[in-house]
């Protein structure tokens, strides 16, 4: 069977896999993949992808760098705060994905709790630096020394990431749709969260 064959079958055997009851959120390290595979996660469930970063630039009509550099972090986390309760409370339930930063907040774990489920896209330290290290987007890591800087954000940041209601292990290796499978996965064990087809 030829690749395009396999992958229109993959797709119709697993089309929707079943109806969303809640907002599934994106939890991880800059790097983990959480807009990728979202963005695969929300075709395959037929709902919307958000990306909290991308519509806290569009609110702001600036840059996530920018937004940083002018008026700090401090600001960025409330607009961020803002903009995931708006999500979060939309009547159409989706996929979001959220910045690394995003799930730090008690605040915004009490919002994704209430109106949605947490997945963590678990990588370890090298598969991120490995995927953040040639790219200039990151504000929290234009530091003299950004592989330092990434370990102590990671090490800060795990055990809060560990709070997350379902973990999924995102190892460098498994392609975008074999991440969304492995989500899906973990979803059906919260039919709270997606009521299986039939």
Known sequence: ????????????????????????????????????????????LDVPFLDSDAEIEVAANRTIPEIFANEGEAFFRDKESRVIARLLQRPQHGVLSTGGGAFLSATNRQMISLYGVSVWLQADLEVLWNRVRHRDTRPLLRTADPRATLA????????????????????????????VDRVLAALAARPDVLEPQG
């Open 1 to 44: 069977m030829c690749e395009t064959e396999q992958n229109s079958d993959r797709s119709a055997a697993a089309s929707p896999p079943g109806r969303l009851k809640k907002t599934v959120v994106m939890v991880g390290m800059m790097g983990a993949g959480k807009t990728a595979v979202g963005r695969a996660l929300a075709a395959r």
């Open 152 to 179: 102590a954000l990671y090490d800060s940041r795990v055990p809060l990431y560990a709070k997350a209601d379902l973990a999924v292990n995102s190892d460098g290796q498994a392609a975008i749709e074999d991440m």
